[in-house]
Structure formats: C-alpha cells, structure tokens
C-alpha cells in the first residue's frame, strides 16, 4: 500500500502574494498541480496534502480530486508536517510505504519517484544530490563504509560536515509503520526550534534499518520555489526542456528560449514553430503546418499543412488541412475550419463552421454560424446571431457570395449560389442563384453647399 504526503502548508513570505505559494504557477499550473501529476503516475492507494497558510484556497482548487487534507497550524517544522498526516494515512502490514514530497519542489519526476521506492526496498530512503556548492542544504552523514548515519541541518552543522557536498533534497520513502514510531520520538532541541522530518534518519540508523539512497535524472527536478526569482529561474528551465523535447522528435523551433508550453502539445513531422508562441491544455499540430510568431493556441487541433500567420489565436477550434489563418485572427471555441479554407486579418468565428475552399479575408465577425464550400465573405460582413437574450443561427449554402458591409440577422439562411449586395442588411432568407440587396436610393440633391462658418 503506498501513501503519498504532499507538504504545503507553508507561507512563501518571499513571494510578496496573498497566493498560497503552491497555488503559484509553472508553466500555467499551480506548483501543487505538477507534484500531484507526478504521485498520481505512481498510482497510490491515498494521497494527503498538508496545507496551513491559505488553506481553504488551496482546498478549493483541488475540491472532489480525492485527496486528503490535513491542517498543520502552526508550523513548526517539516517533521511535525508530517505528523498531521499521520490520522490520514493508509496502512495494511509492515512492508506500507510512505513517501513524502513538496508542493513547492514542483518538477520532480514521476520516473525518479519509482527509482527511489525501488531502492527502498525493507528501509528507508532519501533522495540525494550532489551539489558544487551545498548551501543551505542538510547534509548527509555517512560513516566510514558509506553508510548513511543522519542528516545535519546546515545551521546546525559543524565545519567538518558543512563541507560535504551531498545533500538532503527532503523528499524520502520511509516504512509506513516505523514513520509513525520514528516521528512519535523527534523533538525540537535545535537552532530552528523544530521537528525535523530528516531527524528520522538518525532513528532508523539507531533501529537497525537500512538507510538506501537515490538520485535525480536532471538537478531541476529537486529545486524548490521560495521566491519570484526562482519562480521564474524554474519556469525557464521547464520550458526549455518541452524545447529540448520537441527538437528531438523533428519539431522546428525559430528559437528554443522563446516558446511557451503550459500544457501538452502533439506535433506531427515537420511542424515548423516561430517565437513567441504560447500553448495552452491540449493542442496538436499535424504534420507540415507551420506556426507563425506570437500565436496563441489553447485546447485546439491544426491541421497537417495549415498555415497560422502572426498574432493569431486560437481557442477551443479545429483548422483543417492547408487552411490559412491571419495574420490578426481569433478563432474562438466551436469554430470549424475547413480544407483550404482562409481566415484572414481581424476576422473572428464563434461556434461557426466555415467550409472547405471559403474565405472570409477581411474584417468579419462571425457567430453561431454554418457556413459551406468555397463561401466568400466580404470584409465587415457581421452575423447578428444575439437579440440581447438568445442566439440565434445563420446558415450560408456552398458558393454563396456575401458582398461587404453585410449584416445577416439570425436566424436566416442564404441559398446555393446566391449573392448578397453590398450593404444588405439581410432579415428574411435569399433565395439560391439570386441577387438579393437592400439598399436606400442614392440620390444627389443638386445645388446643395457645405454650410460655412460665421464671422
């Protein structure tokens, strides 16, 4: 049985925020969000979070997630963290495994996490690093055979073990049963004045369990967040490495350091991608489309040879293959895109299908529509799909022709082939294959002058 702690209840006084700091985000997820992805591959039997500072915030964010939550008000150190959980924790024999992680360590890796249960075995076990400067880390004492014998907190260190390099990254697996003996026996005689949870491994030793030890595939993955800075400084090297893993699969970055992934992007052979791109949940890019620079796309699929010119953003929508978007374009949720279809400069979709071979090139806006093949739409033509109340749909038949400066008032339906005037304000349906307009008279009203300013 293996329970998974999550330690969050800290202030993050250094984040200068009323957020709760593992409610910070990386890569558009919370801290916490990213710790829980990587126990959940575990596939624990219960996973408890304990929170303190901003509780109930924390707790809504993740309500009907099924996990526990214990309070640990006050907070007086990592070990008596732990004991709040305790209540909450699973337990069937001797050989339960508990395994305690940080909300705010939020890139570690679900495959060290298995390295290290693995090299629990019978005991206890730490994941260590081995640091060039090890500042401000506990550091791991061992004896003259290489065994583990305690951790030393860096304040209380003496100069002997401050120069050793390898450190405590906190995150360790502990036998379920002995972590509720051990804990039952710490206390706070030390600089901090607290329960120290690496205080155990000096217990273990003292019991005769054996103390194993892991490490991290990449040094990012045990670094914690405390401040903006290092908000940031993580941010950076989690983008770089969705980069990194993109180019090894055949995608075209213009420029690695300047790409955002805040989800998980699909691509296909041949994806080309510009700088500045963001994209948010879901996406997949098809093989040969190209991305152009500062797009945006969120929970949207692109079709193979698709083409998204500057600015453009893309929610919620599927773009058919060797379709154009933009440059300046905004596909909004529902929207359709056809094969070979053209969305071009300041032209938004709303829940409208647009067909194969359509264009709508200029200036449109276009809601709860459907809309078929090879459709021109001219630039400022306007579907009133909203009476302030409902919506209502506009439906426009295959090689209908929309002249500018059109307003189409739902619910109405344009026929097969016909042709809307310029300036139509259209209320009752066209008929197919006709010329329907509504226009006023032009007239000149001969002899008419510009009135001129009084002296």
Known sequence: MLNIIILAAGLGKRMQSDLPKVLHPIAGQPMLSHVLGAARALLPDRIVVVVGHGAERVQAVYEGQGLK????????????????????????????????LYGDVPLVQADTLRALLQARGQGLALLTETLDDPSGYGRIVRDEQGRVRRIVEHK?????????????????????????????RIDNRNAQGEYYLTDIVGLAV??????????????????????????????????GEQARRLLEQGVTLADPARFDLRGVLSCGRDVFIDVGCVFEGAVQVEDGAR??????IRESRIGAGAVLDA????????????????????????????????VGNF??????????????????????????ERVNIGAGTITCNYD???KFQTVIEDDAFIGSDTQLVAPVRVGQGATLGAGTTLTRDA??????????RQQTVEGWKRPVRKS
Not at 159 to 182: K, Q, S, Y
Not at 291 to 296: E, N
Not at 431 to 440: D, N
């Open 69 to 100: 939550f214990a309070l640990q008000q006050p907070q007086q150190g990592t070990g008596h963290a732990v004991m709040q959980a305790l209540p909450e924790l699973l337990e069937g024999d001797e050989d339960d495994t508990s395994l305690v």
């Open 156 to 184: 209380d260190a003496s100069e002997a073990e401050l120069a050793i390099r390898e450190v405590n990254t906190g995150i360790l697996a502990a036998p379920t049963a002995a972590l509720r003996r051990w804990l039952g």
């Open 206 to 239: 003292a019991d005769g369990v054996p103390v194993a030890h892991a490490q991290p595939a990449a040094h990012w993955e045990t670094l914690g967040v405390n401040s903006r800075v290092q908000q940031a400084q993580l941010e950076r090297i989690w983008q």
């Open 291 to 296: 991305i152009g620079p500062h797009c945006v």
């Open 311 to 342: 600015y453009s953003h893309v929610e919620g929508a599927l773009v058919g293959e060797s379709a154009r978007i933009g440059p300046y374009a905004r596909l909004r949720p529902g929207a359709e895109i056809g094969a070979q279809a053209h």
């Open 347 to 372: 032209v938004e979709l709303k829940k409208t299908r647009l067909g194969q071979g359509s264009k709508a090139n200029h200036l449109a806006y276009l809601g709860d529509a459907v809309i078929g």
């Open 388 to 390: 302030g109340v409902n």
């Open 431 to 440: 008929p197919a294959g006709e010329l329907t307009l509504s226009r006023a």
